[in-house]
């Protein structure tokens, strides 16, 4: 369209310093020559051949004429001669003579506005047909190209040739080649038959088949298009919608002869192929019943991914970060991060303990970090490769935002030093949202990472499920369409070209930092796994696979052919790798420990002691001096630069946040504001992100202004507070939970110094990242002993909405806690409660006071060790008039509170109480309401559990043992089988060696989180309040 767009502006009429400028840019010699180019105004509309479509063939002559009026046929040279001497309208175009053998002498004499009747018509139409010809090659080559090594499935699932290009199949086949002719001049594509195959015809410069020829015969023309389109490789770019990118493509594939290898390099990829196939055949012969998902059938993807790194380690990367499935990678842990052979081989052995805590996970999921030279460039390298759960393409947004957060760090703005490589199977690929999900942040300001290069490892299988049943798309690699990244398929049983497409991949992307995808089409020789049969599923592939001959040996048999090495090198080049493995195997065997921490994906060095332990098992006070908070708080309630007219509405709420201020108070909004401005100065960096974050689903937040008058400018008066403070990134994210929450976690990954935040818009819509929370945050460190301080901000509360937007399901969060219900910890242990949250897989808080909110955060920040913090965040409560907090309760010395016990009545005269109510967030509000409506302030007692998990054993012992005749209840909003109590009653329980029963008031229990009706609600949370206070209610049960 743009190229159309470029092209049809060009033809308009022009100004005479317009016309110079625009044509000389392009063809300057020609033009001086010319002096003052004439335009195409009058005369150019009125010649009959220049209809709209061929203007596009007419440009290509009028630049060739230019620079040499010989180059153009006779015709063209008269044609623009006569328009150039300003030829009346409609006058310009001569005929020349009838074209046919020995015309061209004729031609020769021909002469400007003489009378001969040539057929021009059939001379652009020809041009133009081949100029569609080649398009149509550029286009649809990739579907007849060779690309797949069995030589039985085709890659597009599609055996027909495209109806508009010549088949390259059968091309030497003169017999279907004719018929093929035939076809389309019948089908009227293109009007060419065989009789102009010997026609010169002058190329397009939308072309580079030529080379140093400007016009070929259409015989070699279409030869050099199969050349280029239709042979191991198939190049899908022609819809990308730069003429720059394209013509960049076409450059790399076109130009006749560019797929050129050395020797020397022909030999590194024999090398790399043979410590590729021989890794799996060693594994093979020693653990043959062991599950490795080896690479058979695909033992390029080593020497791909390695041509990748060395050439983009070539234009200045030097940190790669790879995400990839279970296929190959063991072998791409031993020979591309090269991690020691004897790890890899004592992870096979079964009788070998585990050295750290946690329950570790099996070897194909491990991640892995290493720094070392590149040796074919010799530059430092550092790669990792992040350990991920058995789900299929989870861990590409982790990827992502682990690549993110490293070229934030490094200042790195534009992706030059480090990018991220991402490894797919085809079946996944084709059929995971998440792959669609990771390619929409690809190039949104602040989650591009400038460019991911995608592998997939096409072998047309999935388990047993075959690609006709497995996607709707022709390639598994078409969602990469939606973001313009050209995809490279190409035959992975001819390794130069994968080498080739590797190398084309790496320079697109330090070109256009933007993704690109190489589709290996290969095959699967074994079953899923070592211990599967394939043949039950596949057998006609399999036979097949049975008779193909291994891409090494092949290869191998070219090289020798060829005279590149000998046959005792290559046979010698196997037994060194082979003795390299052995001797690896034998040091394995003294290997007496497992320690997953060697496989550690993203190190932390400095945070931990030396053995990896935490520096302390304290936490310092949380609050900060009364001069910071008014100074956060007069920031956050100003607009910090000159000349910038925000909102009217807006002017109001940062008036009301200054009175808060002024008045020692903090609401929601301000206490976030203070945690987050505090840590900035402490250089500690702080993202926040997720679904309009930047204001905030509430309109609460207001991290970002907008000037009234003049577009795009903004303000984010966070990132003005302090000199030489921390950045702040707040950032509007896509709607995607699975994708965003993902990055955010990849990101908090790369550094314990920042404090990353994911917002859900609704607590809710965490569940279509469920994947993310079960399988990384949740157990992450127990399975990859690696921390992750991501903090999750879900709004949760009952407040009438409907079953949606009501629940952030915070039982499945507490449900998947670590502590043990049944169980009480040793309550003495000094600094119980830092240690309980070393132990925990994960905490959770539901705060009810601003306050207890700021704490929290900071908390996160100022613990020794990193843990995910999942926060249920209020809605109504952000702007309800009780849920403030004084500036004296987040002064120097003060805590995070876990239990924010009764400070009433009640609590003066204990011995009076007659229950004690222990609920959570929001309701307390109700409950306190209900209280005082009903006069009972010394008759019950309510204490707020802010931590839910780890339990605060201790502080609720202490509160149940200071009310002894109060019988004990639980209270929430949420229904009985959701919300926190079937975790919090246990826990009770234990705490007071199940001396008293644990009440409940509460909502029945309900498949729906809520009710959709408003009065139900309403009476429904009237129901609990009455038995809340009804001091009879559970007389029955009792
Ligand atoms: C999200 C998810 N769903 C299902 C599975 C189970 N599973 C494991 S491998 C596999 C087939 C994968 O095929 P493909 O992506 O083509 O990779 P290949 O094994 O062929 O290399 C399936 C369905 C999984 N691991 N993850
Ligand atoms: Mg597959």
């Known amino acids: 369209?743009?190229?159309?767009?470029?092209?049809?502006?060009?033809?308009?009429?022009?100004?005479?310093?317009?016309?110079?400028?625009?044509?000389?840019?392009?063809?300057?010699?020609?033009?001086?020559?010319?002096?003052?180019?004439?335009?195409?105004?009058?005369?150019?509309?009125?010649?009959?051949?220049?209809?709209?479509?061929?203007?596009?063939?007419?440009?290509?002559?009028?630049?060739?004429?230019?620079?040499?009026?010989?180059?153009?046929?006779?015709?063209?040279?008269?044609?623009?001669?006569?328009?150039?001497?300003?030829?009346?309208?409609?006058?310009?175009?001569?005929?020349?003579?009838?074209?046919?053998?020995?015309?061209?002498?004729?031609?020769?004499?021909?002469?400007?506005?003489?009378?001969?009747?040539?057929?021009?018509?059939?001379?652009?139409?020809?041009?133009?047909?081949?100029?569609?010809?080649?398009?149509?090659?550029?286009?649809?080559?990739?579907?007849?190209?060779q690309l797949d090594p069995l030589g039985i499935l085709d890659a597009d699932l599609d055996s027909s040739v495209p109806?508009?290009?010549?088949?390259?199949?059968?091309?030497?086949?003169?017999?279907?080649?004719?018929?093929?002719?035939?076809?389309?001049?019948?089908?009227?594509?293109?009007?060419?038959?065989?009789?102009?195959?010997?026609?010169?015809?002058?190329?397009?410069?939308?072309?580079?088949?030529?080379?140093?020829?400007?016009?070929?015969?259409?015989?070699?023309?279409?030869?050099?298009?199969?050349?280029?389109?239709?042979?191991?490789?198939?190049?899908?770019?022609?819809?990308?919608?730069?003429?720059?990118?394209?013509?960049?493509?076409?450059?790399?594939?076109?130009?006749?002869?560019?797929?050129?290898?050395?020797?020397?390099?022909?030999?590194?990829?024999?090398?790399?192929?043979?410590?590729?196939?021989?890794?799996?055949d060693f594994l093979q012969r020693k653990w043959s019943s062991e599950k490795r998902f080896g690479l058979e059938g695909c033992e390029v993807l080593i020497p791909a991914l390695k041509t990748i790194i060395d050439k983009s380690s070539e234009n200045g990367v030097d940190y790669v970060i790879m995400g990839m499935p279970h296929r190959g990678r063991l072998n791409v842990l031993a020979n591309v991060i090269r991690k020691e052979l004897e790890q890899i081989f004592c992870q096979f052995d079964s009788k070998l303990e585990a050295a750290d805590e946690g329950s570790g996970?099996?070897?194909?999921?491990?991640?892995?970090?290493?720094?070392?030279?590149?040796?074919?460039?010799?530059?430092?390298?550092?790669?990792?490769?992040?350990?991920?759960?058995?789900?299929?393409?989870?861990?590409?947004?982790?990827?992502?935002?682990?690549?993110?957060?490293?070229?934030?760090?490094?200042?790195?703005?534009?992706?030059?030093?480090?990018?991220?490589?991402?490894?797919?199977?085809?079946?996944?690929?084709?059929?995971?949202?998440?792959?669609?999900?990771?390619?929409?942040?690809?190039?949104?300001?602040?989650?591009?990472?400038?460019?991911?290069?995608?592998?997939?490892?096409?072998?047309?299988?999935?388990?047993?499920?075959?690609?006709?049943?497995?996607?709707?798309?022709?390639?598994?690699?078409?969602?990469?369409?939606?973001?313009?990244?050209?995809?490279?398929?190409?035959?992975?049983?001819?390794?130069?070209?994968?080498?080739?497409?590797?190398?084309?991949?790496?320079?697109?992307?330090?070109?256009?930092?933007?993704?690109?995808?190489?589709?290996?089409?290969?095959?699967?020789?074994?079953?899923?796994?070592?211990?599967?049969?394939?043949?039950?599923?596949?057998?006609?592939?399999?036979?097949?696979?049975?008779?193909?001959?291994?891409?090494?040996?092949?290869?191998?048999?070219?090289?020798?052919?060829?005279?590149?090495?000998?046959?005792?090198?290559?046979?010698?080049?196997?037994?060194?790798y082979d003795r390299i493995c052995e001797e690896a195997f034998t040091r394995s065997k003294d290997e007496k420990i497992l320690h997953i921490k060697h496989w550690l994906d993203s190190p932390w060095p400095g945070f931990f002691t030396l053995d990896g332990q935490p520096r302390s098992m304290t936490c310092p006070s949380t609050g900060l001096t009364e001069d910071i908070l008014t100074h956060i708080g007069n920031v956050a309630s100003s607009v910090p630069v000159e000349n910038f007219t925000i909102h009217g509405g807006l002017s109001r709420i940062l008036k009301t946040r200054g009175e808060l201020v002024k008045?020692?108070?903090?609401?929601?909004?301000?206490?976030?504001?203070?945690?987050?401005?505090?840590?900035?100065?402490?250089?500690?960096?702080?993202?926040?992100?997720?679904?309009?974050?930047?204001?905030?689903?509430f309109s609460h937040r207001h991290h970002v202004l907008h000037d009234q008058n003049v577009d795009k400018k903004t303000c984010i008066p966070m990132n003005h507070l302090w000199p030489n403070q921390a950045p702040y990134t707040v950032c509007n994210s896509s709607l995607s939970e699975y994708g965003v929450l993902g990055f955010e976690l990849g990101f908090a990954m790369a550094s314990p110094n920042a404090l990353v935040l994911w917002e859900a818009q609704f607590g809710d819509f965490h569940n279509t990242a469920q994947c993310i929370i079960d399988q990384f945050i949740c157990p992450g460190q127990a399975k990859w002993v690696r921390q992750n301080g991501i903090v999750l901000l879900l709004p949760?509360?009952?407040?009438?909405?409907?079953?949606?937007?009501?629940?952030?399901?915070?039982?499945?969060?507490?449900?998947?806690?670590?502590?043990?219900?049944?169980?009480?910890?040793?309550?003495?242990?000094?600094?119980?409660?830092?240690?309980?949250?070393?132990?925990?897989?994960?905490?959770?808080?539901?705060?009810?006071?601003?306050?207890?909110?700021?704490?929290?955060?900071?908390?996160?920040?100022?613990?020794?060790?990193?843990?995910?913090?999942?926060?249920?965040?209020?809605?109504?409560?952000?702007?309800?008039?009780?849920?403030?907090?004084?500036?004296?309760?987040?002064?120097?010395?003060?805590h995070f509170q876990r239990v924010i016990p009764e400070d009433g009545l009640a609590a003066q005269n204990p011995e009076n109480v007659k229950r004690l109510l222990f609920c959570t967030g929001k309701v307390y509000y109700d409950l306190t309401r209900e209280r005082k409506a009903r006069g009972m302030a010394e008759q019950v007692a309510i204490t707020r559990i802010e931590q839910l998990s780890p339990f605060p054993f201790d502080l609720l012992l202490r509160e149940v043992q200071k009310y002894p005749k109060a019988e004990l209840a639980w209270c929430q909003e949420e229904h009985k089988n959701q919300g926190y109590y079937d975790y919090v009653k246990p826990r009770l329980r234990t705490t007071i060696s199940r001396a008293k029963p644990v009440w409940y008031a509460g909502r029945d229990p309900a498949a729906a989180p809520a009710t959709g009706n408003k009065k139900t609600h309403l009476t429904e949370l009237q129901r609990l309040l009455d038995t809340a206070f009804d001091l009879d209610a559970f007389k029955n049960f009792s």
């Open 1 to 145: 369209m743009f190229h159309l767009r470029t092209c049809a502006a060009k033809l308009r009429p022009l100004t005479a310093s317009q016309t110079v400028k625009t044509f000389s840019q392009n063809r300057p010699a020609a033009a001086r020559t010319w002096g003052q180019v004439r335009c195409f105004t009058a005369p150019v509309a009125a010649e009959p051949f220049l209809s709209g479509t061929s203007s596009n063939y007419v440009e290509e002559m009028y630049y060739a004429w230019l620079e040499n009026p010989k180059s153009v046929h006779k015709s063209w040279d008269i044609f623009f001669r006569n328009t150039n001497a300003g030829a009346p309208p409609g006058t310009a175009y001569q005929s020349p003579l009838p074209l046919s053998p020995g015309s061209l002498s004729a031609m020769a004499r021909a002469q400007p506005l003489v009378d001969a009747q040539p057929n021009v018509d059939k001379l652009v139409e020809d041009h133009l047909a081949v100029q569609s010809l080649i398009r149509a090659y550029q286009i649809r080559g990739h579907h007849v190209a």
């Open 163 to 280: 109806a508009d290009i010549i088949s390259s199949t059968d091309k030497l086949d003169l017999a279907v080649f004719k018929e093929r002719l035939r076809m389309l001049t019948v089908g009227g594509f293109y009007g060419l038959d065989e009789s102009d195959l010997d026609k010169v015809f002058h190329l397009p410069t939308t072309t580079f088949i030529g080379g140093q020829e400007s016009a070929l015969p259409l015989r070699e023309i279409i030869r050099r298009l199969e050349m280029a389109y239709c042979q191991h490789i198939g190049v899908e770019f022609m819809f990308i919608n730069d003429l720059e990118q394209c013509q960049w493509i076409r450059q790399k594939f076109e130009t006749p002869g560019i797929m050129q290898f050395t020797n020397e390099e022909k030999r590194t990829l024999l090398a790399r192929l043979v410590r590729s196939t021989r890794f799996e």
């Open 361 to 576: 996970d099996v070897k194909y999921h491990l991640g892995m970090y290493h720094r070392r030279i590149n040796r074919v460039t010799d530059r430092n390298i550092t790669l990792s490769l992040v350990a991920n759960p058995s789900h299929l393409e989870a861990a590409d947004p982790v990827v992502m935002g682990k690549t993110k957060a490293e070229q934030f760090y490094c200042g790195d703005t534009e992706g030059k030093k480090v990018m991220s490589i991402l490894l797919h199977g085809d079946a996944a690929f084709a059929g995971q949202g998440i792959v669609y999900e990771t390619f929409h942040l690809s190039d949104l300001p602040s989650y591009t990472t400038h460019g991911t290069v995608h592998v997939v490892v096409n072998n047309q299988i999935g388990f047993t499920t075959d690609p006709r049943m497995a996607r709707s798309s022709p390639y598994p690699t078409d969602v990469a369409r939606v973001v313009n990244a050209p995809i490279f398929h190409v035959n992975s049983d001819d390794p130069e070209a994968v080498m080739y497409v590797c190398k084309v991949a790496a320079e697109w992307r330090s070109t256009f930092h933007k993704d690109v995808v190489v589709d290996l089409v290969c095959y699967r020789r074994n079953g899923h796994n070592e211990m599967d049969e394939p043949m039950f599923t596949q057998p006609l592939m399999y036979k097949q696979i049975r008779k193909q001959k291994p891409v090494l040996q092949k290869y191998a048999e070219l090289l020798v052919s060829q005279g590149v090495v000998d046959q005792p090198e290559y046979e010698e080049e196997i037994s060194k």
């Open 663 to 697: 008045n020692r108070t903090v609401d929601w909004a301000l206490a976030e504001y203070m945690a987050f401005g505090s840590l900035l100065k402490e250089g500690i960096h702080i993202r926040l992100s997720g679904q309009d974050v930047e204001r905030g689903t």
């Open 796 to 894: 949760h509360g009952m407040e009438g909405m409907g079953p949606e937007h009501s629940s952030a399901r915070p039982e499945r969060f507490l449900q998947m806690c670590n502590d043990d219900p049944d169980v009480l910890p040793n309550l003495e242990e000094a600094n119980f409660d830092i240690s309980q949250l070393y132990d925990c897989n994960w905490v959770v808080v539901n705060c009810s006071t601003p306050g207890n909110f700021f704490h929290v955060l900071r908390r996160q920040i100022l613990l020794p060790f990193r843990k995910p913090l999942i926060i249920f965040t209020p809605k109504s409560l952000l702007r309800h008039p009780e849920a403030r907090t004084s500036f004296d309760e987040m002064l120097s010395g003060t």
